[in-house]
């Protein structure tokens, strides 16, 4: 697979990126558990595999996605050359305090967990959860200090990950990120970070678009999974799900390869983000990602009413 380069840093990463968080046990937001085999069995076949990207975060399963990553990372004796790790800093998880010192414990914790003393990509996670925005953005708060971090080599490069665009887009055009993490609001079902994307795209931020498949309904199909963007599906917010599928039934393409590459092929992202949990899906997201498609299904799905507004993912994020 062809690498890309994160921003304006020496990070050169796949199209593809797995993500960690269904690895870590957050039955609240994904409907499942994962068991220590399936995850360790995930992990091999991503390291195993072209794919050098992977993501997770202090929080996902309160540390157990890192702790996962580290075992697998020791079997091999480190990361691997060239493997690109992102990690996030999350807010303290009882009070909602983000100040610089937690971010510090937030770093020290993660480094522990994976068996490192570097994170080739870091990130500060969902800020519009914390207690005070104020904390995170003025003068010696969470945000200088990840900058801090990148000046120490503890980071190469710096990213901003979230939801929420009215609260991301201000932050973003303050300070010099790498990168972007946005979610669940550039996929077959929601635009809403179109703006945001032409933005960060202008200013050579890399934007990673992560949960093409809306949280795993576009993947695992809605007779399978009766949730969309980490909430339980109503009727209305399964009818464009079902629109979806039919296309795809006509066209006979999977609605997976058709979710993905709707993120692969646009042009300002650099990678996907793509939530695994079964070793088995590692091969099946390759597959997905070079399925072909007729260009006739791209111009029909633009004639679906899919959505601008904000899908308010977020709403009852519980990570572990
Ligand atoms: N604020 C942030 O920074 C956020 C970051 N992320 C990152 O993006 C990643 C992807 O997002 P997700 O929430 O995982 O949503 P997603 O839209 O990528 O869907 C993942 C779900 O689809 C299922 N799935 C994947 N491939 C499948 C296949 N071939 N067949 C059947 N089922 C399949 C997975 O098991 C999982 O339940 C996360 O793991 C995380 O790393 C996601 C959301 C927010
Ligand atoms: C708000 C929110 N919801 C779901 C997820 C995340 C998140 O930040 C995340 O990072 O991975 C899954």
Sequence with gaps: MQKRSVGKSDLRVTPLCFGASGLSN?????GYEVDEARARDTLRAIFDGPVNFLDTSNNYGFGRSEERIGAALRERG???????????????????????????????????????D??????????EHARDLGEITGTGGALD?????????????????????????????????DALISHNRFTVLNRSAHEMFDYAHSRGIAILNAAPYAGGVLAKGSAQMPRITYQPATEATMKPVKA?????????????????????????????????????????????????????????????????????????????
Excluded at 170 to 176: A, D, K, S, W
Aim: hydrophobic share 40%; aromatic share 6%; proline share 7%.
């Design 26 to 30: 957050m039955p609240d937001t994904y």
């Design 145 to 177: 200090e990840l900058f801090k971090l990148k000046e120490e080599g503890i980071a190469s490069a710096v990213g901003l990950a979230m939801g929420r665009i009215d609260v991301m887009l201000p932050i973003l055009r303050e300070r010099p990120f």
């Design 118 to 127: 570097h994170v080739p990509l870091l990130h500060l996670h969902d800020p």
């Design 244 to 320: 979806v599928e039919d296309i795809c039934a006509s066209a006979g393409i999977d609605p997976g390869a058709l979710a993905l590459q709707f993120s692969m092929r646009d042009p300002r992202v650099t990678s996907t983000i793509v939530g695994v949990s079964k070793a088995a899906r590692v091969a099946q997201t390759l597959n997905w990602a070079s399925q072909d498609i007729d260009p006739a299904v791209w111009t029909q799905l633009d004639t679906l009413p899919f959505s601008s507004e904000d899908p308010e993912a977020d709403r009852d994020y519980k990570p572990g």
């Design 78 to 116: 480190g990361l691997p050359e060239g493997f690109v790790l992102s990690t996030k800093l999350d807010r303290d998880m009882e009070t909602g305090r983000f100040d610089a010192a937690r971010v510090r414990r937030s770093i020290d914790e993660s480094l522990s967990r994976l068996g490192l």
